[in-house]
């Protein structure tokens, strides 16, 4: 689990939380956060190697509801666009 | 598997014997929303609240168990964690107690873990965290009845030589199952080997942990809450979404002003039955001025607002039962962001609609320092129930009812409503001032657990109503009746050749002629000043209040409590009145609150001294555009 305290560095090339369509679902690779606060959203499920699938927004598109570990968690896409998904 | 209650204490098991100890503090420790505070609740046979979003409950709360043959071990019900590591004040509440740190609570000699059944893999990941504290600990399997219902299994005596710790599955809310967690508490539960824990501190480790352990337990999970998905296609679709949020709240709105109407009249004809009884079986004398016009205007003007307020009461209740509240925080996230707050600070300001004293507690699941102050700050603008007696008075009185937008919504009602935004707009704007300058701070993330759509009981809902009612007119019987005695005496000396003089030259008339100069440019007379003085206590009480002084009046008879205002006020000094009230801080409660939450007079007193220069100046600018 590598864990990068940098804040702004999303990776060219890594697709994020932020771009799956509803229902898609996708394996989380890292999370790009500061780290007490990747550890909360670790504590919630969104753990490497762990499935997420996107499920519906509020109506203005932002924040996403995200369906991990048998929850629905709510995420702003600031959030969800540093939690990069694994490459197929 | 309701063949397996209290598997756990199977004696078929590798277990060690029962410890015949008895323990004396006991918590209640698990994820949020877990049902920690229903079972609370069941053990110890008090009402703490309860409620279907994550964050309810944000402080420790101690009860006695209610057991046949031990009456002495203390229940605590804590606020929900997800790990050791606490990121808000009210995860600190858990953790202090747990650790022995929370002043007036002794350690705890036992712990109830309780996790949600339906969720199992994921919540088992705090056991390894609470279970590696080696205290007693058993494990509550809870929601029974919904892990049945969707399908899910799970082998409660196999989890138990898991975790090494004894375990039960029970149903917190039908009650099925938790006789056991009374056996634990007795020392009469057989407690499993220990066994090896995993690593603390790394979660992909616990989570590790907990899926093999969910695994060994044969657990299976539940089908998906198939109607929790219907129904958010529904709520959060983007068009229907907000269609939907409009509707609930015009009938809301309709419901709460003119559908209790009739029960309003109802209880007002009763108050005016038992006032003119009084009057007929009393002698003519000063106690019965005291009990007929002090005491009985100035509670039952009060009173008649029960059913009101209980019908408000009525839709909070099933917003945060249902689960819909959740989701209005997200919904509202968006605008909160605007002005620099979170979706999480949407939660308080929602329940600031029945109190701001619960709201500003509620205020401690939020995790920024800064957007917690600011979040306590704009709390008391959002319209508490304390002012709906006097928001109701005043638009009967100056408002005639006509319909405004079809049948969903009357004039008044749209009165109503437009005061509840108009408090809504300066609390935004109010955040939007401070997250701007002194509170400015980093923007914070959102993340928000969403809870299953449940259906609200008709337990929960009924015991709420009769708490509320019981504390409103609890709060009719002390505050409101001793303000009215008080000003009964006040308006009664000084006396002129031995009776009452006229009010106007009572005391409390030259007190409220005293302050007529301030109010004046607001539209207000004497008699107004009076019951903003009064309102001081509570908002409320100003209802009372007038009662009292028109109740005192010669020529009461005649008028009622609107006529009497209609008397009393211009159109724009109804407007100024409501404008006042909409914005300014009349409540004692809530002062003490803030001053305890935030931790000094600060914050309370610039909030005090803000809303009250707002108050005074919004309320001369509507005096003046409407005369
Ligand atoms: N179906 C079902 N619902 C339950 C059960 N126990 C609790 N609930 C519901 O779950 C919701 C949460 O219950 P609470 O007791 O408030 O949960 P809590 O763990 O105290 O929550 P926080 O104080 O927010 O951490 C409420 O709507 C309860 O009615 C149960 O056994 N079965
Ligand atoms: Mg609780």
Redesign the interface.
């Known amino acids: 689990?590598q864990l990068s305290f940098k804040k702004r560095s999303v990776k060219p090339g890594f697709r994020t939380l932020a771009d799956l369509s509803e229902n898609e679902e996708g394996l989380v690779e890292r999370i790009d956060?500061p780290v007490?606060?990747a550890?909360?959203?670790?504590?919630?499920?969104f753990?490497?190697g762990h499935p997420v699938a996107a499920?519906?927004?509020?109506?203005?598109?932002?924040?996403r509801?995200f369906r991990v570990?048998?929850?629905?968690?709510?995420?702003?896409r600031?959030?969800a666009r540093h939690i990069l998904l694994r490459r197929h | 598997m309701s063949d397996c209650h209290g598997c756990g204490s199977g004696p078929q098991t590798a277990t060690r014997p029962a410890r015949a100890t008895v323990h004396r503090v006991v918590a209640i420790v698990g994820p949020p929303n877990s049902g920690k505070s229903t079972l609370f609740n069941r053990l110890t046979g008090l009402r703490q609240k309860t409620a279907n979003f994550p964050g309810v409950t944000v402080e420790h709360h101690v009860g006695k168990a209610h057991l046949p043959s031990h009456h002495d071990i203390d229940i605590v019900d804590l606020p929900g964690i997800?790990?050791l590591?606490p990121?808000s004040e009210d995860e600190q509440v858990s953790h202090d107690a747990l650790h022995g740190k929370m002043p007036g609570l002794r350690r705890p000699d036992g712990v109830i873990l309780v996790l949600d059944a339906?969720?199992l893999?994921?919540h088992l990941?705090l056991a390894a965290n609470i279970l590696s504290l080696r205290l007693p600990t058993l494990v509550v399997l809870n929601m029974a009845d919904d892990l049945h219902k969707r399908g899910g299994t799970v082998d409660a005596e196999a989890l138990a030589n898991e975790l090494g710790a004894p375990v039960v599955l029970v149903s917190a809310l039908t009650g099925e199952g938790v006789n056991a967690v009374g056996r634990f508490l007795t020392g009469g539960i057989a407690v499993p080997r220990p066994v090896e824990l995993p690593v603390l501190q790394d979660?992909?480790a616990c989570?590790q942990w907990a899926r093999q352990v969910s695994r060994e337990a044969g657990y299976t999970?539940p089908t998906?809450p198939l109607w929790?998905?219907r129904l958010?296609?529904v709520f959060?679709?983007?068009?229907w979404?907000?269609v939907v949020f409009v509707l609930v709240v015009g009938t809301v709105f309709q419901t709460v002003f003119t559908g209790a109407r009739p029960l309003m009249e109802g209880v007002e004809a009763l108050v005016g039955w038992v006032g003119g009884g009084l009057r007929l079986m009393l002698p003519d004398n000063w106690l019965r001025s005291l009990l007929v016009d002090g005491v009985w205007s100035g509670v039952g003007a009060v009173i008649v607002f029960l059913p009101q307020i209980l019908m408000l009461f009525l839709f909070i209740a099933l917003l945060e039962d249902s689960g819909y509240l959740?989701r209005a925080?997200?919904?509202a996230?968006?605008t909160m962001?605007r002005v620099g707050l979170q979706?999480k600070s949407f939660i308080p300001l929602l329940s600031a609609y029945a109190c701001a004293v619960p709201a500003i507690m509620a205020t401690r699941t939020i995790e920024s320092k800064r957007d917690r102050i600011a979040t306590i700050l704009i709390a008391p603008f959002m319209t508490c129930s304390a002012r709906l007696p006097v928001y109701t008075l005043i638009i009967a009185a100056f408002i005639p009812e006509k319909p405004f937008i079809g049948p969903l919504l009357g004039t008044r009602a749209a009165a109503m409503l437009s005061l509840y935004v108009l408090g809504f707009i300066a609390a935004v704007a109010t955040a939007k001032v401070l997250k701007s300058s002194v509170l400015k701070s980093e923007?914070t993330?959102?993340?928000?657990?969403?809870p299953p759509y449940r259906m609200p009981t008709l337990q929960s809902v009924g015991l709420r109503l009769m708490d509320r009612a019981a504390a409103f007119l609890k709060r009719a019987g002390t505050v409101i009746l001793g303000v009215s005695v008080v000003l009964w005496i006040l308006a009664s000396i000084p006396l002129v050749n031995g009776a009452a003089p006229p009010i106007e030259h009572s005391l409390a008339g030259t007190l409220g002629r005293a302050i007529e100069p301030v109010i004046k440019p607001l539209g207000f007379n004497w008699k107004i000043g009076i019951g903003l003085i009064t309102s001081l206590a509570a908002r409320e009480v100003i209802v009372g209040t007038l009662g009292t002084i028109y109740g005192m009046e010669p020529d009461k008879d005649a008028v009622g409590l609107q006529k009497a205002l209609q008397n009393d006020l211009t159109l724009g000094g109804a407007v100024a009145l409501l404008v006042f009230f909409a914005f300014a801080m009349q409540c004692m409660s809530t002062l003490a609150v803030v001053r305890r939450e935030t931790g000094g007079w600060k914050w309370p007193v610039l909030q005090f001294t803000y809303m009250g220069v707002l108050a005074y100046i919004c309320a001369f600018v509507a005096f003046r555009l409407l005369s």
């Not at chain 2, 993330?445 to 969403?450: K, S």
């Open positions: 689990m956060l007490d606060f550890h909360r959203l670790m504590e919630l499920g753990l490497p499920a519906r927004s509020a109506p203005s598109g932002d924040p509801v570990d048998g929850t629905e968690i709510a995420l702003r600031e959030t | 997800y790990s590591n990121r339906t969720n893999s994921r990941t979660v992909p989570r999970h998906p929790t998905r958010d296609s959060l679709h983007p068009f979404g907000p959740a925080a997200v919904i996230d968006k962001a979706g923007k993330p959102f993340v928000l657990e969403m």
